[in-house]
Structure formats: structure tokens, C-alpha cells
């Protein structure tokens, strides 16, 4: 399947009750070849309303540290756990999740980045550890299915605790040293 025909499946997906309440599915956007891949959870107002990730000021954040860690959002794709916003911007149930991740999984095998970042809790713990701790582990480097995975902090988090910048942006500065130091096949267990 190519991306195309996955997002065509997505934006016409009633796998879920979240496709009662969304205005758009939010495929997710960026490179199609892209090397860093990053996950957030689910949309919100603004994602549900424009159809894209990361639009408000949580995106607005995210486009801040990959500025000014040398990374640009053109380089990149952004996605989500969840592709349609769970009402209230709740947490997305176990159930919404289990129903949606296929099309994170696709999503993954066909863009084939080299190293995903999970921003916050929600993408950890599918992605890396079911008991993953941002706060303890945001940072370390790890890998699942043979591709290099981390955590930093959600977007919308370092709103509400702008105390976890300066990690985020040690999170960020290390990104930029794997993605442009070529150091990919950092034997990682
Ligand atoms: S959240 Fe995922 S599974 Fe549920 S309707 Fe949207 S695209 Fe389909």
C-alpha cells in the first residue's frame, strides 16, 4: 500500500467511535522519506478542525525546538497514535488505540524512518514500554522492531511545565547529533 491509498483508508475510517465526533482524521504530515519520524497521541480542536498535526500552540512549540535544535518540520513527519480527536481532548481509551495503531504501524513500515521520537506519554508507552516514565526515561535511546526509538516531552506539556524545556531541548540536541552524525546503528539493545 502506498501512503496515498493509506490515507485515503484513514480519512474514510469508522474503525472507532472517535470518527462520530471528528470533523477531519489527521493522517499526519511531512517527508514521506523521512529519516526522524515523531508521534504525538491524538489531535486536538485545532488539528480536528484544519485536518493537520500539530497546528495550535503545541505545534507551534514543536516547530520552536526543531529550530532551534537545527532541525526543520519540512525535513520531518508528524504523526499521531490516534488519527481522529478523542472529544474534550481526553485520552485516547486503550480501545481507540488498539483500533487505530495499524495505521501507525503502516504508516511506519512505508515512510521507513531511521529514528521515531514519541512526544509524551500516551506514544511512549505504545511505542516503547507500557510502564515508560517521560520524566525519567525522555531521552534515553532505545530500539524496537530494529529502528531507533526515543521520548521527549509532549508539545503541550512543556505549556502547562515550561520547567521540562530545557530537557526537551537536550532531547532535541541529541536527535540532531543521531540524525546528522549518522549514528543510526549505535548498537543499542
Ligand atoms: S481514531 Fe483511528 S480507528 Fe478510530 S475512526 Fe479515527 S482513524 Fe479510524
Known amino acids: ?23 477531519n482524521a489527521v493522517f499526519g504530515s511531512g517527508n514521506e522519506h523521512a529519516e526522524i519520524m515523531f508521534v504525538g497521541e491524538a489531535p486536538g480542536r485545532n488539528e480536528d478542525e484544519t485536518g493537520e498535526p500539530f497546528v495550535g500552540a503545541a505545534g507551534r512549540m514543536l516547530n520552536d525546538f526543531l529550530t532551534a535544535s537545527g532541525l526543520s518540520r ?22 481507540e488505540e488498539e483500533r487505530c495503531i495499524g495505521y501507525l504501524l503502516e504508516q511506519i513500515r512505508i515512510i521507513d524512518p531511521k529514528i521515531i521520537v514519541c512526544l509524551g506519554r500516551i506514544a511512549a508507552k505504545q511505542l516503547i514500554d507500557r510502564d515508560f516514565q517521560v520524566t525519567k526515561q525522555h531521552g534515553e535511546v532505545f530500539r524496537r522492531n530494529g529502528r531507533l526509538i526515543m521520548a521527549t516531552f509532549h508539545p503541550a506539556a512543556l ?10 531541548m537536550d532531547d532535541f540536541c541529541l536527535l540532531y547529533d543521531i540524525a546528522y552524525n549518522r549514528h543510526f546503528e549505535v548498537d543499542i539493545p
Open 1 to 23: 500500500m502506498t501512503l496515498d491509498e493509506l490515507r485515503e483508508k484513514v480519512k474514510n475510517c469508522k474503525n472507532c467511535p472517535l470518527c462520530d465526533t471528528r470533523i
Open 159 to 168: 505549556l502547562r511545565n515550561p520547567a521540562y524545556k530545557p530537557a526537551t
Open 74 to 95: 519540512e525535513e520531518v513527519f508528524i504523526g499521531n497514535i490516534v488519527k481522529c480527536r478523542p472529544p474534550q481532548n481526553r485520552d485516547p481509551l486503550p480501545a
